[in-house]
């Protein structure tokens, strides 16, 4: 495959052999990036990369087995190219897992976030955008969420996004060179169209459409429904589920809006020091003191519940899930739905596939891979 040596822009993708980071490294190949990937395969393999550059025709510059975690390592990556940018996906993202074992949580995804920024920081890299979470909001105090709703999660996953936050956000205020994108996800789901990635992971998943692919696949026995009594419209769970590759969409878009936030700083500043000038100086807003920090949800603002994503499997694979109704998990809540449209007004990003796109598309990549990539492929890592 082509290398991407003439590309003019590196960016660093962490965690990029796993769900979303292969997906997102499709569109920076397709778009022309130059592309370096770590990951430390705790939960993927290098298969993902390796089909990421067959559907963009592209091949990434170089493949690391890297922990974020791993300073000295991770440095050692950065004297090698000079990155434009970084997209942090490299994390530990079980709610269950993360109650049993909150340590790993909270060295993985925080330790990880406190290496990656110094190294950044070290090497003058500065813009980065952050796979946060809709977990940090907690039980939803209002529908649909928006960035100003309250941050109060409830499991140690989610105490560790809003800590990795609250790193990115100090460091923004602390040295004004850094930009920073947190995208909050919502409910990522769904597979690109060409069957060749998806959601693959190496440990029995926990979230709802894995759990009713793998049913399909006769790979797990039945799908437990856990609560059939919320105050929903049919007593089952609403989510905001965004299709896989519009969250890497917006990843893209945050990359290309970082790179405009000095223009459009420079052009704020100047406003403001006019401003100023001609008035008494006030406290600066809360938008000011968190710098070029910027939160954006994502997701479509439209929730579906737990038997809408069964049908739409139904019919998509035309077979039946049994089902198993079973109470409801503990921290589990009714509906949690984003409001997305400083992401739509901000970021200009939209999403484009409606939630039948997403579920047939993860139905496909199920029934072409029943074993997810690790079926008779062989794992050698990816080096240039
Ligand atoms: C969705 C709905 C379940 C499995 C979690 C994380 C969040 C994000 C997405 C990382 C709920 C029901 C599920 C099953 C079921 N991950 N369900 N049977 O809990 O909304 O969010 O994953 O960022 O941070 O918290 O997603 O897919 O686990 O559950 O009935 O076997 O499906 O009760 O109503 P969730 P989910």
Not at 210 to 225: E, N
Request: charged share 20%; aromatic share 8%; with cysteine.
């Amino acid at each position: 495959l082509p290398t991407a040596q003439s590309a003019t822009s590196v960016i660093l993708v962490t965690g990029g052999c796993g769900y979303i980071g292969s997906h997102f490294v499709v569109q920076l190949l397709e778009t022309g990036y130059g592309v370096v990937v770590v990951d430390d395969l705790s939960n993927s393999t290098t298969e993902s990369i390796r089909r990421a550059e067959t559907i963009a025709q592209r091949a990434i510059l170089s493949f690391y087995q890297v922990s974020v975690c791993d300073t000295n390592a991770l440095r050692r990556v950065f004297e090698l190219y000079e990155f434009d940018a970084v997209i942090h996906f490299a994390g530990l993202k079980s709610v269950a897992e993360s109650v049993s074992d909150p340590l790993s949580y909270y060295s993985g995804n925080v330790g990880g976030m406190v290496s990656l920024m110094s190294v950044m920081k070290e090497f003058g890299v500065f813009k980065l955008v952050f796979s946060s979470s809709a977990t940090v909001y907690g039980h939803p105090h209002y529908l649909p969420i928006d960035e100003s709703h309250p941050l109060t999660p409830t499991n140690p996953y989610g105490h560790s996004k809003l800590m990795c936050e609250q790193v990115a956000r100090d460091m923004c205020r602390s040295d004004p060179r850094f930009k920073v994108a947190l995208l909050r996800y919502f409910n990522p789901i769904g597979a690109h169209s060409s069957a060749l990635i998806g959601e693959s992971p190496l440990s029995t998943p926990n979230n709802l459409l894995p759990c009713i692919t793998q049913v399909l696949a006769s790979r797990l026995p039945a799908l437990r429904v856990f609560g059939t009594d919320w105050p929903t419209h049919d007593g089952t769970g609403v989510r905001d589920f965004v299709h896989v590759v519009d969250l890497a969409s917006a990843h893209l878009r945050a990359v290309r809006v970082l790179g405009q936030v000095d223009g459009q700083r420079r052009k704020e500043a100047k406003e403001a020091k006019k401003a100023k000038e001609a008035k008494e100086a006030k406290e600066p807003k809360e938008k000011e003191k968190d710098g070029n920090c910027f939160t954006w949800n994502i997701g479509t603002g439209q929730g579906y519940s737990v038997m809408q994503i069964v049908r739409a499997a139904e019919s998509a694979s035309r077979k039946t899930v049994p089902l198993v109704l079973s109470p409801p998990r503990p921290g589990d809540c009714a509906h949690v739905v984003a409001n997305p449209s400083l992401a739509n007004s901000q970021l200009r990003w939209s999403p484009k596939f409606g939630v039948d796109e997403m579920v047939r598309s993860a139905w496909e990549f199920q029934k072409w891979n029943p074993e997810g990539y690790n079926a008779g492929v062989d794992l050698l890592p990816v080096t240039r």
